[in-house]
Structure formats: structure tokens, C-alpha cells
């Protein structure tokens, strides 16, 4: 009835009839504008080789629109959006920071190109400079990547008609790969040359006479071959380790276990100080896209972070994050400083410790800080597939086993509406405020 209404207006005019439906759905959507969206979906995008990646929530009405194929769609295409728009810092003009906007309209005022022009107009020029620096950084400004003939705005304004609820771009977070580390660059000819002067510059060494090497004893332990393909299976050391663990602990599976995770720390210990600038962009949506998570994990090399050991390590982090509510960042040595410090203040003054012999006050203070900490760290939580370890063991086990460093640097999560006022529905109460004007 819309396009036979759309067609009869416009003398059967196809082009004019969709304008005019066009026109018609975004003045839809602007009665719209002022409903509360707190429904809808968190929603991720990974770019191909996994170097960049987004999490959107993207907001609705009802959760019968958002389990619909048109809003997951749009959501999905909206991620896409955002890995498309590398320069976007906002999702409106309105979210800039009013900081950055004054500043830049000072600066502008001071141009001298500017100086030439007539008084009366100069501020409106400014204002024009000032709009399009703004749209250039918000999200629903840019042209939308799969119809450059309308906007993101217009886009939602569409979706929005189309499913007869209010629809919103509420926040997105991008993680571009290795973005800010400082990356080591070998210079070969460089370090060749200067071995090449410490060797010239150094004394010759006394010859020592070589003393004939005994030859190593057999192993005292023999090592069953099925033992060592079990210990191999279930730790996915390699095979020598595996014999070697085994015959240093009497064929005992679960010792030679605990030998060779422990080796395996200490080799990634060793590992701690690199610089690890590659690695994966991961993201994990939680079914029923309510909790949405995007991680960034780093190694050494593209080639172990386009393994498929790394990959799952990626993945596994983000669903780590995405199982642990109360977590704030990666380390404990993340936390910020004055909360920490706050917090210490506070345990201070409790009256349970001023009971407390003085010289302990203190070390009971820190033990409780460092629970408080570890609280809301990452890597200090339980392994949620082998709770017998922590993250960081799991990191450190998978240093060991590429043997590169492994480090997680970053995460995000989204949860689905947080922070924002639903509306109750009180119908008794309505029931009775109508029933009250009715008298």
C-alpha cells in the first residue's frame, strides 16, 4: 500500500516513488529518535589476516528485533564499516570531545587566510572548517561502504523505518595490530661489523688442551615408548623432552608432567625482555550476542601468529575475558595507581586492623591490596579449560611450545546495554492514572 501510495503521488514514476518512501521512512525514524534502545546486539568484525578488528553494539527496542536476520545483518555491516573507516573516533559529530573542538576553532580563528575576509563571515567560515574536521571523525557521517549514495546515518534511519523500532549505533572499539609498539629493526651489516671489531680488539686466548670427553652413561631409567607418546599427548612437549622428563622421573607421568611444565617456564621467563610485535587481532560473541569481546595477543613472527596453535591461543583469550565479569586489564602492574593507593588509605583505617600488633599493619594492608589487584586482573584469573593453572601458566606454556614470547596486550568487552536506563512498565499504575481522568 506504501509503494502504490508512493507511485499514485508520483504520476507512476519509479525514481520519485522511491524518494518519496525514502523521505517518508527517515521522517519514520526522526519520531523515533527519542525511544529508548536498550535491546539489540554486540557484534565483531576480523579482518582478513586478523590485523584489525571492531566490536559494535548496536542498539534496539525489543529482543524480537534483535534475534532478527535484518538487525544482525545491519550490525555486521556496521563492524565492517568501522574496520573500513581507519580516521573515525566517534560514533556521532555530537560525541567529539568539546576540548578538541574549541581549540581547533581558536587555531582557525588566528589563520591568516582568514585575516582577509569580510568581519561578519569569518566565524561562519570557521564553523564550516570546524563541521567537516568533526564529520570527518564520526562514524555516521562517513558514506556507507556498500551504497556510497547514503550515509551510516541514513542508513539506521532506513533500518529504522524498515523495522518500526528506534535503531542505534551506541559504541565501537578497533584494534589495529601491533599499533604503537616500538619495533626492533635488525641491521645485519651493522652487528656483523661490530663482532667483527670486538674480535679484532680482543687478546688471543691460551690454547687449553682438549681433554678427551667421557662418554655420556646410558640412560640408568628405560623409558616405555607408550609412556612417552602419553606425556607427548598430553603436554605437546616434544619428544626428547618427553623421554628425558620420563627417565628423570622414573617413568612417573604426572612428575614428568610437572617437569616439564616447569622447564617450560622458565624457558619463557628467559623470553620476557623480546620485543613481540606481531601476532592477532580475536574476537568471541557469546551466544545470544549480549557480551561481545575483542582481545589483540602479540608474538614475535607472522609466521607462528598465522599457525593454528596461535590462533586458538587468541581465541581461547577472548573467551577468557568473556567468562571473567570482573576483570579491568591484563596485569596486575596495569591497575591504576591511585585507585591502588586509595584503597590502601581505606584498609588503613578499619577497625579490625587497629587491633593488630603495628609492625604487621602494613603487610596485612598489602596482602589485601594484592588480592584486591590480582581481583581484576587477567592474567592472575583461572584458566577456564584447566582451572589448575592461571592465564599467565597457559601464556607462559605457550611461549615455551613456539617458542617465541607470547604476551596478551590488550582487551575489550561489551556488555550489551550496560549503563543504560530501561523504561518499566508500571500497567497497574496506568490502568489507575486513566481510570482516575475517566471520573
Not at 7 to 17: C, K, P, R, Y
Not at 152 to 173: N, P, Y
Not at 185 to 203: I, L, R
Not at 224 to 243: E, F, N, S, Y
Amino acid at each position: 500500500m506504501d509503494c502504490k501510495k508512493a507511485l499514485a503521488e508520483n504520476n507512476g514514476d519509479i525514481e520519485e516513488a522511491t524518494v518519496f518512501l525514502r523521505k517518508k521512512g527517515m521522517a519514520s525514524a526522526d519520531k523515533k529518535a527519542s525511544r529508548i534502545a536498550a535491546e539489540g546486539a554486540v557484534a565483531s568484525y576480523i579482518h582478513a589476516g586478523s590485523r584489525i578488528g571492531v566490536l559494535v553494539e548496536v542498539n534496539c527496542e525489543t529482543d524480537f528485533v534483535a534475534r532478527g536476520d535484518r538487525f544482525k545483518a545491519l550490525a555486521a555491516d556496521i563492524a565492517m564499516q568501522v574496520a573500513a573507516c581507519p580516521d573515525i573516533e566517534y560514533v556521532n559529530p555530537s560525541d567529539a570531545d568539546q576540548e578538541m573542538v574549541e581549540r581547533e576553532r581558536a587555531i582557525e580563528m588566528q589563520k591568516e587566510d582568514l585575516l582577509s575576509k569580510p568581519e561578519a563571515i569569518r566565524a561562519k567560515i570557521v564553523q564550516g572548517r570546524i563541521d567537516k574536521l568533526v564529520n570527518e571523525k564520526a562514524l555516521t557521517t562517513q558514506d556507507y561502504i556498500k551504497d556510497t549514495s547514503k550515509t551510516v546515518d541514513e542508513l539506521v534511519k532506513e533500518a529504522t523505518a524498515e523495522l518500526g523500532e528506534k535503531i542505534s549505533i551506541r559504541r565501537f572499539q578497533r584494534f589495529n595490530l601491533g599499533e604503537g609498539i616500538e619495533k626492533r629493526v635488525d641491521d645485519f651489516a651493522a652487528e656483523v661489523a661490530a663482532q667483527t671489531q670486538v674480535k679484532a680488539e680482543a687478546p688471543a686466548a691460551p690454547k687449553v688442551e682438549k681433554k678427551e670427553e667421557a662418554a655420556p652413561a646410558a640412560d640408568a631409567v628405560k623409558v616405555d615408548a607408550k609412556l612417552v607418546k602419553q606425556l607427548r599427548d598430553a603436554t605437546g612437549a616434544g619428544m626428547m623432552d618427553c623421554k628425558k622428563a620420563l627417565a628423570e622421573n622414573n617413568n612417573n607421568i604426572e612428575e614428568a608432567t610437572a617437569f616439564l611444565r616447569k622447564k617450560g617456564m622458565a624457558s619463557a621467563d628467559k623470553k620476557a625482555s623480546r620485543i613481540a610485535a606481531e601476532g592477532a587481532v580475536a574476537s568471541y560473541i557469546h551466544a545470544g550476542s549480549r557480551i561481545g569481546v575483542l582481545v589483540e595477543v602479540n608474538c614475535e613472527t607472522d609466521f607462528v601468529a598465522r599457525g593454528d596453535r596461535f590462533k586458538a591461543l587468541a581465541a581461547d583469550i577472548a573467551m577468557q575475558v568473556a567468562a571473567c565479569p570482573d576483570i579491568e586489564y591484563v596485569n596486575p602492574s596495569d591497575a591504576d595507581q591511585e585507585m591502588v593507593e586509595r584503597e590502601r588509605a581505606i584498609e588503613m583505617q578499619k577497625e579490625d586492623l587497629l587491633s593488630k600488633p603495628e609492625a604487621i599493619r602494613a603487610k596485612i594492608v598489602q596482602g589485601r591490596i594484592d588480592k584486591l589487584v590480582n581481583e581484576k586482573a587477567l592474567t592472575t584469573q583461572d584458566y577456564i579449560k584447566d582451572t589448575t593453572k592461571t592465564v599467565e601458566e597457559f601464556v607462559k606454556e605457550a611461549t615455551a611450545e613456539l617458542g617465541e614470547k607470547i604476551s596478551i596486550r590488550r582487551f575489550q568487552r561489551f556488555n550489551l546495554g550496560e549503563g543504560i536506563e530501561k523504561k518499566v512498565e508500571d500497567f497497574a499504575a496506568e490502568v489507575a492514572a486513566a481510570a482516575q481522568m475517566g471520573k
